[in-house]
């Protein structure tokens, strides 16, 4: 049986919901990272980084959620996660998941740890650096409702709902307690997208499982 190593409202509820989606056997092991078990030995021998989630599959042993999400997609084809291989579809599949992770994410964990990026003694510095990327994810907010807005459908690739839904998801309910910057359920388009997410059974079973109460988004 599949287990998915987590910690609530992380990364990691990217490859839950996906979980639920495809409506495999697992089972959820918790990282606490109250007790920063994510740094202990035995977690460590899992993934060498320390970071949040990991699925072990046999004797597959995989981290980075988009790599979990891309195993899961291509593991059960029969769900449909992400479009038909050589496609055009599949390039633009591709190409979001990347950015989500790459540069969405990314920004989001520079946000919550400036401190990551100066050093200790840089109070001001901290500042700066999420003040920075607070406007960077102000921007890639902005650009993910324009994408919906183009092409009118309900999921971030048109019609079809994909790996990449839970992932957006995901990330955009980071943003739930911004101040300055307008969280993401406050766009014209995102809210409305977070709002069929949360109406998706699977989706209600993750934040049920992770022990979550509302608002969620």
Not at 48 to 56: D, E, Q, R, S
Not at 134 to 145: A, N, P
Not at 167 to 178: G, I, Q
Not at 180 to 187: C, G, I, M, S, W
Request: charged content about 20%; some cysteine.
């Amino acid at each position: 049986m599949m287990q998915l190593h987590h910690f609530p409202s992380t990364a990691s509820m990217v490859p839950h919901i996906l979980l639920h989606e495809i409506g495999a056997p697992f089972e959820l092991v918790l990282v606490d990272r109250t007790h920063d078990v994510q740094k202990s030995a035995a977690y460590l021998r899992l993934n060498p980084n320390g970071l949040i989630p990991v699925l072990t599959d046999g004797d597959l042993v995989l981290y980075e959620t988009a790599a979990i999400a891309l195993h899961l997609c291509d593991t059960h084809p029969g769900s449909q996660l992400a479009p038909a291989l050589g496609t055009p579809e599949r390039a633009h599949f591709y190409k979001w998941l990347i950015w989500l992770t790459n540069t969405l994410q990314s920004t989001l964990i520079v946000y919550f740890y400036p401190e990551r990026w100066v050093k200790a003694s840089n109070a001001a510095g901290q500042v700066e650096v999420k003040s920075h990327a607070e406007w960077r994810i102000r921007v890639l907010l902005d650009q993910l409702d324009t994408e919906l807005a183009r092409h009118g459908g309900p999921w971030l690739l048109g019609e079809s709902y994909t790996a990449l839904d839970p992932y957006m998801f995901t990330l955009c309910r980071w943003t739930r307690s911004f101040a300055q910057t307008p969280p993401a359920r406050d766009r014209r388009h995102l809210g409305p997208f977070l709002q069929r997410m949360l109406d998706r059974p699977a989706v209600q079973r993750a934040l049920a499982a992770e022990g979550l109460q509302a608002p969620f988004v």
